[in-house]
């Protein structure tokens, strides 16, 4: 399994995760904004092991796409560092998702459903 929950996650004691966490803020927030209020460890995120950061990337990498830095600069997912995506990726996110269909894809498909309801969402690595 590629993807686990924090209910699977939260017992283990390691911090060696990569998490795709829900943006809350508002609509009209600056994207000076959303780079800075992230939150770790929210109940509703996915989260990828370390030792499965080389799969991730590999099998999502060109599914996800470019996302934003933190220094507002964008490029490929960096699993070491904060990656934001914009709602309006979502759906180009979903269809590539759903023409390859690398393993847990279903997961991420249904969670990002969710993410549609958000502000976008977040990947923030180890």
Same mark, same amino acid.
């Given at each position: 399994? +590629?993807?686990?929950?924090?209910?699977?996650?939260?017992? *283990?004691?390691?911090?060696?995760?990569?998490?795709?966490?829900? *943006?809350? +803020?508002?609509?009209?927030?600056?994207?000076?904004?959303?780079?800075?209020?992230?939150?770790?460890?929210?109940?509703?995120?996915?989260?990828?092991?370390?030792?499965?950061?080389?799969?991730?990337?590999?099998?999502?990498?060109?599914? @996800?796409?470019?996302?934003?830095?933190?220094? @507002?600069?964008?490029?490929? !997912?960096? *699993?070491?560092? @904060?990656?934001?995506?914009?709602?309006? @990726?979502?759906?180009?996110?979903?269809?590539?998702?759903?023409? =390859?269909?690398?393993?847990?894809?279903?997961?991420? =498909?249904?969670?990002?459903?969710?993410?549609?309801?958000?502000?976008?969402?977040? !990947?923030?690595?180890?």
């Amino acid at each position: 399994m +590629l993807f686990y929950t924090f209910e699977v996650i939260k017992g *283990c004691g390691s911090s060696d995760f990569i998490e795709l966490a829900f *943006c809350r +803020l508002p609509a009209v927030a600056s994207l000076d904004a959303v780079v800075a209020a992230f939150a770790f460890r929210q109940d509703d995120s996915l989260y990828v092991k370390g030792d499965d950061m080389t799969a991730f990337r590999r099998d999502y990498g060109d599914i @996800l796409g470019s996302g934003v830095y933190q220094n @507002l600069q964008s490029g490929p !997912v960096d *699993c070491w560092g @904060l990656n934001y995506y914009a709602p309006e @990726l979502i759906p180009g996110m979903a269809a590539r998702l759903a023409a =390859a269909r690398p393993e847990g894809w279903q997961i991420l =498909a249904a969670w990002l459903q969710q993410a549609r309801l958000y502000r976008g969402f977040y !990947v923030l690595g180890v």
